[in-house]
């Protein structure tokens, strides 16, 4: 599901693509995924794309007031509209020449005044989108916690101390901080030396402030390098992103710890697969960890006895990370 990153990157992407074009019309496919299908049919044409940004995983495009009215509109919150996008799963959105094939799963088309299509795929339908005005726009995202790039160290440590939850589970709870996902909580976990499955109340300050670094580095870093593309990621140029080259940890399950050459493994922590290694990441007490299927166990084995005999790495498998701290 595209994170922090990749919905910067889409974002940054269609601001430098259809910044202040006009929508002309709409054309819609399926639309169980759209909260008031009508209310776009009826409100988007006339309107100009006005700024597009992101908020924590959702994208916004303000719009222009109503075609005519330059601003110099009354009565209702109208005038402060905005198309609310969220990707989900597999949602892409991307500008194309109006005249070329639309490609399957196509569900949303905005004609744009310069004769191009502002087109949203989305094979599996999880994503979302709504028109919404002000006041109703401004009630959905009192639901999101901090963005995890503005946050302050202070703010952050406090957020992620007073709870007793798992610290993965408050990495990925919006309400807490918006955007961050399976993928970049596995890596700043990683990065930080913090296991998934550690109670946030149980962090010592310290340990709280490297995660907030370990998490602002990779999440800048996975915006540089456009994302992580994992299934079929595509920024609005239609592109994979890089950042999947740099992972650590999610993914990697069996494969050799970076620091220390133990295989990382998995376990599921607040209902989702959660990759972390089971030396650098010491568990809390009682953490259970998933055995490696059978496969990635022969491969592990086999690259860990080659790290040995030429001496690389040499810490082998050991950790089962299921040791108490
Ligand atoms: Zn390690």
Known sequence: MPELPEVETVARGLRQAILGRRILSVTLGKTDFIDDPVALEQNLPGRRIEAIERYGKFMLLRLSAPNGTNGRFHGDDAKQASLLVHLGMTGQMAPSPAEKPREK????????????????????????????????????????????????????????????????????????????????ADESLWRAKIHPAQLGAKLAPKQAESLWRALQEILRKAIVLRGSSISDFLDAEGEPGEYQRRHRAYGREGKACQRCSTAIRRGIVAGRSSYFCPQCQPAPRGFAVLPLPPRVARVSAERMRKARRTGRGGIGMSGTGSRAR
């Open 105 to 184: 799963h196509t569900h949303v088309c905005l004609l744009l005044d310069d004769g191009r299509e502002l087109r949203y795929t989305d094979a599996r339908r999880f994503g979302r989108m709504a028109y919404l005005t002000e006041a109703p726009l401004a009630e959905e995202l009192t639901r999101f916690g901090a963005d995890p790039l503005e946050v302050s160290k202070e703010e952050f440590v406090k957020r992620i101390r007073e709870r007793r939850a798992r610290v993965k589970a408050l990495l990925l709870d919006q309400s807490v901080l918006r955007g961050v996902g399976n993928i970049y």
